[in-house]
């Protein structure tokens, strides 16, 4: 007996699965867009070749345990996204592909402890910082461990940034001309919180009033990854009742990763009660350089000297939500920055959520691929809008030992704006 999944069940997310496999013309645009494909050169490991592994499940004509493989070494990149020409969004099949398969599947223990560990400590920030504290006296023993639990070890930075939670207002310099809320992340505030600091202090520099809301938590992006379609929604819920999007212009990320996964939350809810509350809130998502960018920046001073800078496009912001020039034009009006480009720079750099820790294999060879062409450029840094691809190329630049600096868009602009 074949284990289906029929498109029926699936609810009012079935019209959208449909549309993307029958969009689907099979041309192959997307081959060379695929950092899987280009990796492997297997066709079932490209976008096309995983939607005909779809359509057969979703139409009974192969089993699910065929498809897995070749669906669970997906990025979910979306470059295959921007690169075709016909319009299908892959992004609306694989993700509620990736949570009924997960109703169905049985996974090996060790993926199910894996897996477990990373959903209930990812997004939580206060469980991430001591799971990253016991993490380090792991250290010693690292070689002995399983390869997931082993990168997630190296991903960690040698000192950890104190905890510096943000206050629940920064008020405008200035004539106020906006005012915002800003989801302030979880991964990000444990690893990098500097970058928040860095955001509530350009956006306050160019009159922006940021509202901080208490008890917010996680956007859900993570879980949404990995097919775990009812804790996504537990947080996003959650979110949805913290934030209050009448009160504000916008709502900001400075995530890519968050700001894909809290616009797909139309998606997530659909034919739900909390459709409409998800559409609204939504339309009001946009990234930090987004929002600057239409508002328009009080200029930098000039850099003491001359900077080459390379700047990387995170997949959620360049193929998810077509954000690529908006980033350019922030880092371009410091005066003495120059950008320099990365060869395949719409190539994943094999961060996307969780990858590392279940495809570690690919991420690795992904996250080496993109470090070399990032030091090609000859770059004094690197500039990107995403913690994960910060972390990512940052650890494998060490690796080649050609270590760079490495910031976020936003702390660039903020020490161009005197602040260190």
């Known amino acids: 007996m074949r284990h289906a999944i029929p498109v029926d069940d699936l609810g009012p997310q079935a019209h959208a699965m449909a549309d993307a496999v029958s969009a689907c013309v099979h041309c192959g645009f997307c081959l060379p867009a695929c950092p899987t494909y280009l990796t492997l050169g297997e066709e079932m490991d490209s976008p096309r070749g995983r939607i005909l592994l779809m359509k057969g499940v979703l139409e009974g004509e192969l089993e699910l345990a065929d498809a897995l493989p070749y669906v669970d070494r997906c990025l979910g990149c979306l470059g295959c996204v921007t690169a075709c020409p016909s319009g299908v969004e892959y992004g609306e099949l694989l993700a509620p592909f990736r949570a009924r398969a997960e109703e169905q599947r049985e996974r090996p223990l060790r993926e199910k402890i894996t897996r477990l560990m990373a959903n209930q400590t990812l997004p939580y920030p206060g469980r991430f910082r001591a799971a990253a504290a016991l993490g380090k006296l792991a250290r010693p023993v690292q070689s002995l461990l399983p390869a997931?639990?082993?990168?997630?070890?190296?991903?960690l930075p040698e000192k950890m940034p104190a905890s510096n939670p943000l206050p629940p207002l920064v008020p405008a310099e200035g004539t106020r001309r906006a005012r915002v809320a800003l989801?302030?992340?979880?991964?990000?505030?444990?690893?990098?919180?500097?970058?928040?600091?860095?955001?509530?202090?350009?956006?306050?520099?160019?009159?922006?009033?940021?509202?901080?809301?208490?008890g917010q938590g996680c956007c859900g992006a993570l879980s949404m990854h990995n097919g775990e379609a009812g804790q996504a929604r537990?947080?996003?819920?959650?979110?949805?009742?913290?934030?209050?999007?009448?009160?504000?212009?916008?709502?900001?990320?400075?995530?890519?990763?968050?700001g894909s996964g809290m616009h797909e939350y139309p998606l997530l809810f659909a034919g739900s009660r909390?459709?409409?509350?998800?559409?609204?809130?939504?339309a009001q998502v946009q990234d930090v350089s987004v929002f600057l960018d239409k508002l328009g920046i009080?200029?930098?001073?000039?850099?003491?000297?001359?900077?080459?800078?390379?700047?990387?496009?995170?997949?959620?912001?360049?193929?998810?939500?077509?954000?690529?020039?908006?980033?350019?034009?922030?880092?371009?009006?410091?005066?003495?920055?120059?950008?320099?480009?990365?060869?395949?720079g719409e190539i994943c750099c094999g961060s996307a959520g969780t990858y590392n820790i279940e495809q570690p294999e690919l991420a690795q060879q992904l996250g080496q691929r993109k470090a070399g062409a990032v030091a090609a450029t000859g770059a004094d840094l690197l500039v990107t809008g995403n913690i994960g691809c910060m972390t990512q190329i940052s650890n494998h630049l060490g690796q080649l030992g050609k270590p760079l600096p490495v910031l976020h868009t936003i702390q660039l602009l903020d020490r161009a704006y005197g602040n260190r």
């Open 183 to 214: 989801l302030a992340g979880c991964v990000q505030q444990v690893l990098a919180p500097e970058i928040n600091w860095a955001t509530v202090r350009v956006l306050a520099r160019n009159g922006v009033e940021v509202v901080i809301p208490r």
């Open 298 to 344: 009080a200029a930098p001073p000039a850099l003491d000297a001359p900077l080459s800078v390379a700047y990387h496009d995170a997949c959620h912001l360049a193929h998810a939500q077509g954000v690529r020039d908006a980033p350019r034009r922030l880092l371009t009006a410091i005066p003495n920055v120059t950008l320099v480009p990365i060869a395949e």
């Open 274 to 282: 909390d459709e409409e509350r998800a559409q609204q809130f939504a």
């Open 148 to 155: 997931p639990m082993r990168t997630m070890l190296s991903l």
């Open 234 to 258: 537990s947080l996003a819920r959650h979110n949805l009742d913290i934030f209050q999007p009448g009160d504000v212009d916008a709502i900001v990320t400075n995530a890519a990763g968050c």
